[in-house]
């Protein structure tokens, strides 16, 4: 065992506790200079970043994370995350891929990705992972929205039906929207 790593890591649990995050910070980068190949320093160094909102900082703690531990599934995740929101549109997009390969149940991971794809136009790519999304969180109006704009795209009338028709049962309001932004003025008259 590290003592150093230690010492420091408790140290900055110790500060993240009581709030003071930059001192938190430096006591895991001190951790991380003891024992620079400890994942989990790694892990929580990336999670203080992007809390922070250090979208690139976050990237840099996550993606040594997940190339120590090329098959822990949270980490893969959390580095899309961090890729996402810092504007690595396809990097993001492979971790989360890779996300969903190690752990096919993440409906986060599938809503991440569908989303990325919808970004770029690719809408039966978008609508392939927000199926995922949607099968595994059906309460999600939110990806299911999501699932029936990327059929709208696609110009797939039916499973945007389908997606509208889902999203009634479980979330009129969001519905509402996707009628509207999917010109489905068909179902209007569902609404009440």
Known sequence: MNYDRVRHGLRGLFF??????ER???AYRDSHLAEPNHVET????????????RWPAAETWLA????????????????????DKGGM????????????????????????????????????????????AGRL????????????????HCNEPDKAAAAIEHTLAHDPQTAQRLIHDAQRSDYAHRLG
């Open 64 to 83: 040594r994370a997940a190339e120590l531990e090329p098959d822990d599934a949270p980490t893969w995740f959390n580095l899309a995350y961090a890729r």
């Open 89 to 132: 549109d396809e990097a993001a997009i492979m971790a989360f891929q890779r996300a969903t390969e190690l752990n096919p149940n993440n409906d986060r991971a599938w809503y991440g990705l569908g989303m990325l794809h919808a970004r770029h136009g690719r809408h039966r790519e978008a609508a392939a992972a927000l199926t995922e």
């Open 24 to 26: 938190a910070l430096a």
């Open 137 to 152: 969180q059906p309460m999600n109006g939110l990806a299911w929205y999501a699932l029936g704009m990327a059929w709208h």
């Open 42 to 53: 790694l892990r929580t160094l990336g999670w203080l970043e992007a809390q922070r909102e």
């Open 16 to 21: 993240n506790m009581l709030g003071q995050r």
